[in-house]
């Protein structure tokens, strides 16, 4: 059987703001401006992987029946980004003095100290290490 082959994943997310988005997303997560396009789309490099932020717009041609918009109920999550980080407690204290906003301090869970916080438009993300 054949295989799918691809380069690379690129993974997107709308945003309300894609100016104050690629702000946020370098200044709490250190990620690098890859390319910006026409105030609308950034393109940015993070822990090896492309971030594609991209404002909302309505359905296109190859896309006819999508809509892209941010998040518009934050307590419902259809997708999540995970880092997988070494001190979870450490991490929540870098990424919260560097404006991150979380849900709750660090929970152990038994095996797992994890801790969940939030882009400026609502996507959910989660820190977690491995005990």
Not at 44 to 66: A, F, I, R, S, Y
Not at 104 to 111: A, F, K, L, N, S
């Amino acid at each position: 059987m054949e295989r799918f082959n691809a380069s690379a994943v690129t993974s997107l997310l709308v945003v309300s703001d894609a100016t104050a988005s690629r702000d946020w997303y370098v200044r709490v997560l250190d990620a690098e401006v890859v390319g910006e396009y026409g105030g609308t789309s950034v393109v940015l490099e993070l822990l090896g992987n492309w971030l594609l932020l991209v404002t909302g717009g309505e359905p296109t041609p190859d896309k006819p029946t999508v809509t892209f918009t941010p998040p518009d109920e934050t307590s419902r999550v259809s997708a999540e980004i995970i880092f997988r980080v070494d001190d979870c407690r450490q991490t929540y204290e870098l990424l919260s003095a560097r404006g991150a906003d979380f849900l709750t301090e660090p929970v152990d869970r038994g095996g797992e100290i994890r801790a969940f916080f939030r882009d400026p438009d609502g996507h959910l993300f989660e820190i977690s290490e491995l005990t």
